[in-house]
């Protein structure tokens, strides 16, 4: 990785905590849709299947688009992607909220999801080129804290923005993604790389969409995504058992199951900083949540230890995403990939965000409780599999190198950097292999 002299000894905190803020900000306009959902029925007289497509928008732009955003982040650079992102959100919150039906409404949904996987997407990749592999862990899990933090944040402020009409929340999230833009483009760091495209250009692109790697990062996070959103559709049912009594009080107790999200997040880093494998770390709290899972389809609990439960499962499942995104640029197979390959492993989160809920809605409807949890479970077992034997695993006493790090001079002439492309790379082929020049 290209770092200026003395970068290493710079703190990498300051520029993470300005991505971070880019996902803050997007996670708002994700999580405005679910807290407006009652007002925006009433005010538009909107039938409930229009209004779930609302909620869906995003879901259905990732699970379609996470491959192009991530190669179009290769192509015009994280920097340039992740301010289009932001500008994208803003213009687009902007003409939801000035809609006057459906049609338009969604359609602006449809738009901000564009721009919110961008961001996504891009953040990432700028942490991962900025900051020196030896700290990547903790600010990598403060990136994956984004969504819980910002879905929480957004369920605590709408009751009061929406006392003034759920409009006033759109016109609110637009002015936070413009201004933030605006702050991107002056402060956001510059990719270390050139990102013009080239002849060989399509060579990298075959070679990471069948890597293993990668294609263990979208199927990790589709299992993760999909075990989650499956099981948090039960908290309304829980929290109808008495626990909320008004939707504000529901607002609040849904926040601190999803804000414990965020602190698994930050517990994830810290135990990938003190050395622990991001495959084992997956594996084990993927494997602790099949056991929560199971727990809270026991009724005869009562509300409270059922929601704690959740609670719970929200903090342990928490752990996942900062291991897959610690492990992102050491399973990228090209330097020029690493947007690439994040993007897959977005496609494969809004894979299970959309899947997700309606495979649990008909597990309840055929089995009730116990069916949708012995789901769960089996989409957490099949992760803890895929984690253990489809990530590619560095040889003992070696470092897998990330894909954004600059090899040496003596590259260019070792065996390996002159040995013609054979089939697609994974981490641990790099490895035995040693190091490799990329081309970018």
Request: net charge positive; hydrophobic share 55%.
């Amino acid at each position: 990785m290209n770092t200026p002299k003395g970068a290493a000894r710079e703190s990498p905190w300051p520029m993470t905590l300005l991505l971070v803020g880019a996902g803050l900000v997007s996670a708002v306009q994700l999580g405005k849709a679910p807290a407006a959902m009652q007002a925006m029925q009433v005010a538009l007289g909107l039938p409930l299947e229009r209004v779930a497509w609302l909620l869906s928008a995003f879901g259905v732009v990732g699970a379609l688009f996470g491959i192009a955003i991530g190669t179009a982040t290769d192509r015009l650079g994280a920097r340039r992607t992740l301010v289009a992102g932001l500008a994208l959100q803003g213009a687009a919150s902007a003409a939801g909220a000035a809609a006057q039906n459906a049609t338009l409404l969604i359609a602006s949904r449809l738009v901000e999801g564009v721009g919110f996987l961008a961001v996504i997407v891009a953040a990432p990749a700028l942490i991962a080129r900025v900051v020196p592999a030896s700290r990547a862990a903790g600010p990598m899990a403060a990136w994956s804290a984004f969504m819980p933090a910002g879905m929480a944040l957004v369920l605590l402020a709408s009751p009061w923005l929406l006392a003034a009409g759920w409009r006033v929340l759109w016109w609110v999230g637009s002015g936070l993604a413009l201004g933030y833009a605006a702050l991107a483009a002056w402060r956001a760091p510059r990719d270390g790389t050139k990102h013009s495209p080239s002849r060989g250009s399509a060579l990298p692109l075959r070679r990471t969409l069948l890597a293993r790697g990668p294609l263990a990062l979208l199927l990790l996070f589709m299992l993760y995504a999909g075990a989650w959103f499956a099981l948090f559709g039960l908290l309304p049912v829980v929290l109808d058992g008495g626990l909320a009594a008004t939707p504000a009080q529901a607002n609040m107790l849904t926040a601190l199951a999803i804000a414990s999200g965020g602190a698994g997040n930050l517990a994830g880093g810290a135990l990938l900083a003190r050395g622990m494998r991001p495959a084992s770390l997956v594996a084990g709290a993927l494997g602790v949540c099949a056991l929560l899972a199971l727990s809270v389809a026991m009724e005869s609990l009562g509300a409270w230890p059922r929601y704690w439960l959740v609670v719970a499962f929200a903090t342990v499942a928490g752990l996942v995403p900062p291991a897959l995104f610690a492990e992102a640029p050491a399973q990228a197979p090209h330097a020029s990939t690493l947007g690439l390959t994040l993007g897959m492993m977005m496609q494969g989160n809004n894979l299970g965000l959309v899947a997700g809920p309606a495979a649990g809605a008909a597990l309840i409807a055929t089995g009730g409780w116990p069916a949708l949890a012995a789901g769960v479970a089996a989409l957490a077992g099949t992760g803890i599999v895929a984690s253990v034997c489809l990530l590619p695993r560095p040889v003992a006493g070696t470092r897998t190198p990330r894909a954004t790090e600059t090899q040496a001079p003596q590259a260019h002439h070792s065996p390996a950097a002159s040995r013609p492309m054979g089939p697609p790379a994974t981490g641990a082929d790099r490895v035995r292999s040693g190091p490799r020049q990329h081309s970018t």
